[in-house]
């Protein structure tokens, strides 16, 4: 089992950027595949961002390429969003997600979440 607590969500202008960091408990943490979701007002929670248990996988929805860089660090057990270039969409509560030996790119495949970290990017 393992519990996830997300910190580095803020009020930033458009075209700057921020990251997002999701520190986990428990010693199994290498055996995650890890990702971030977001949710706006009004809208569904959508896949983000994800990657496998040593790195190597990555995975990205269209919006982000090229603009956030999902990594991990096992010995510190947290996962990181780096992201730049931000825009006003992006805004939304940004959640980490766990699943057990792969990555989570849907909602249905998520074994835990965080509590989530709000995002606002002002024009």
């Known amino acids: 089992q393992v519990q996830l607590v997300e910190s580095g969500g803020r009020l930033v202008q458009a075209g700057g950027s921020l990251r997002l960091s999701c520190a986990a408990s428990g010693r199994t943490f290498s055996i995650y595949g890890m990702g971030w979701f977001r949710q706006a007002p009004g809208k569904e929670r959508e896949f983000v961002a994800a990657?496998?248990?040593?790195?190597?996988?990555?995975t990205y929805t269209d919006s982000v390429k090229g603009r956030f860089t999902i990594s991990r660090d096992n010995a510190k057990k947290t996962v990181y969003l780096q992201m730049n270039s931000l825009k006003p969409e992006d805004t939304a509560v940004y959640y980490c997600?766990?699943?057990?030996?792969?990555?989570?790119?849907?909602?249905?495949?998520?074994?835990?979440w965080g509590p989530g970290t709000q995002v606002t990017v002002s024009s």
């Open positions: 990657i496998s248990r040593s790195g190597g996988s990555i």
């Open positions: 997600a766990a699943r057990g030996w792969s990555i989570p790119t849907m909602t249905g495949e998520v074994e835990y």
